[in-house]
């Protein structure tokens, strides 16, 4: 039996959960199930458990091997990033708050929807398509149009939703109109109380990750993005022109004053040389960032729009090597023949850019990676929002960007108490400290045996038990400070601990 400790982030809810359940966690027969099941199989990702045995399991070392070994597998699946989002593990967890079917509410909203719009049909489920668990896809055709294939979603509204349920609607009904090159066009949106249901046109050829990866846009999101064996970064010509693609779709958004803030290779889809943003209406939804684990630990990322250039140098490192970063910041690239894409993400990605802060989305297209890239929509483009709307717009977005300065906050001081925790518990730092208390000891001994000779002078019956008020010489009376007080207290509380015969009065008189 163990007792495992589990901070996980979790994304959907924005926020950091702290699970102890010794109930739970203790069962090797449970973990090894969470190991065999197929939701994780699929992955492709080696997770071994530690080594058990029939004889001496008992033992007490051999039960601290198996509870390392234990916290050493739960470890590994809640820092990856995709098998942390998997609803099975999240179940395993942490059942109480993952208890609900949500493919079964989805499906609810879904078949009222086709209640009242019965033009729309049903062709099948795409389980699994996305990371989300209060996300679901359908795919569905329009019986006036049978030879179209759309894709359906129904989304859980997230904790930064901070626009009204009117604004949200208007600003809905301004995606739905929309008709730019580099955004995915909506075709129809509903918002209601808790959850909102989205149509837009299906690419079968699938997102910008899928053709990375080389894989089949409708499997499930764990076989495909896990551990690919065929991804591969894309030509420099591909990068330059889908870089400065995507680039425009967030400058787009900037200058309309929408925010994004969920720009990464699944939601830009490629349609005939064009990368357009997908998932736009995500920030107005309230959805937290699938990134946000790893922005919220960098200070400087304080609005949407650095928000946005940071995943932006995400994406572009992806498109560079085939697969996204470890970890951020990034000092250290692997080799690569584009010079000029590395500059851009030292820009991005380096410590000294996490510190500094995020160049513009301008600035970026001003760079020579971006700046000689030939587009074909050269006209202006821009989004009109109506001043009401826009006005809510920015008093939404100052909302998310104060609840991320406040989670930052908080963030940066629990790691600091972690690091002084860690500290403090440290072998050399125990070891300091012993020396440190032995020499305290070796001079409060000192101090204790002086004041004991003073005793012994001031009062030279005390051993005997005489109550004699002692006597002793006058002398100037020192200037009365904070620091003097100290010491008197100091000195009046060894005193009466090594002369208890001297009544409080008479310490006083003596020192």
């Not at 190991?35 to 001496?56: A, D, E, N, R």
């Not at 949200?168 to 808790?194: D, H, I, R, V, W």
């Not at 004053?257 to 064009?274: C, E, P």
Request: glycine share 6%.
């Amino acid at each position: 039996q163990t007792r495992c400790q589990l901070s996980v982030f979790d994304p959907e809810q924005s926020e950091w959960v702290t699970l102890t359940q010794p109930g739970r966690l203790n069962s090797y027969k449970q973990t090894s199930a969470l190991s065999s099941s197929s939701s994780l199989q699929v992955c492709g990702i080696t997770l071994p458990l530690p080594p058990k045995k029939l004889i001496g399991n008992m033992d007490r070392e051999f039960i601290a091997e198996r509870q390392r070994g234990l916290q050493t597998y739960l470890d590994s699946i809640t820092q990856h990033p995709l098998l942390s989002s998997s609803l099975y593990v999240k179940k395993f967890l942490d059942p109480n708050n993952y208890s609900a079917n949500y493919t079964e509410i989805a499906l609810q909203q879904v078949s009222m929807f086709f209640r009242s719009d019965p033009k729309w049909e049903v062709l099948e489920p795409l389980k699994d398509m996305g990371w989300r668990i209060r996300k679901k896809y359908f795919l569905i055709k329009n019986k006036e149009l049978p030879k179209e294939r759309y894709l359906l979603s129904w989304v859980d509204l997230g904790p930064d939703k901070f626009l009204s349920d009117k604004d949200l609607q208007s600003a809905m009904k301004l995606l739905t109109s929309l008709s730019t090159p580099y955004l995915c066009p909506l075709l129809f949106s509903s918002t209601g109380e808790s959850s909102a249901l989205l149509i837009r046109p299906f690419s079968e050829r699938g997102s910008l990750r899928d053709h990375i990866c080389k894989v089949k846009p409708r499997e499930s999101y764990l076989k495909k993005y896990c551990n690919p064996k065929k991804s591969q970064g894309l030509e420099l010509q591909q990068i330059k022109q889908y870089g400065r693609q995507i680039l425009e779709g967030l400058k787009l958004l900037h200058d309309g004053g929408v925010f994004f803030g969920h720009l990464h290779a699944s939601n830009v889809i490629v349609d005939d040389g064009v990368c357009r943003l997908m998932d736009v209406e995500n920030g107005m939804l309230g959805v937290p960032s699938a990134l946000r684990p790893a922005f919220t630990q960098l200070r400087k990322i304080n609005s949407t729009e650095s928000v946005d250039v940071f995943c932006f140098g995400h994406l572009l490192y992806e498109m560079t090597y085939g697969r996204p970063p470890d970890s951020v910041p990034i000092d250290q690239y692997p080799a690569v023949p584009y010079t000029s894409v590395v500059s851009v993400l030292q820009s991005i990605l380096s410590t000294e850019a996490c510190k500094s802060g995020m160049p513009t989305v301008s600035q970026l297209i001003q760079t020579p990676l971006f700046s000689d890239v030939h587009l074909q929509h050269s006209e202006k483009l821009q989004i009109k929002v109506p001043s009401r709307l826009k006005e809510a717009l920015k008093t939404a977005k100052e909302s998310l960007e104060r609840r991320l300065h406040e989670e930052q906050r908080v963030l940066h001081q629990h790691r600091r108490l972690t690091r002084a925790q860690s500290h403090h518990g440290s072998e050399e730092e125990k070891k300091r400290r012993k020396i440190l208390a032995r020499k305290v000891g070796k001079r409060l001994d000192l101090l204790l045996l002086r004041q004991h000779d003073k005793c012994l002078f001031f009062c030279p019956s005390s051993g005997s038990g005489a109550s004699s008020p002692p006597t002793c010489p006058s002398s100037p009376t020192p200037p009365s400070t904070t620091g003097m007080a100290r010491c008197l207290s100091v000195c009046l509380s060894v005193l009466s601990s090594v002369c208890p015969s001297l009544s409080f009065d008479s310490i006083g008189q003596t020192v």
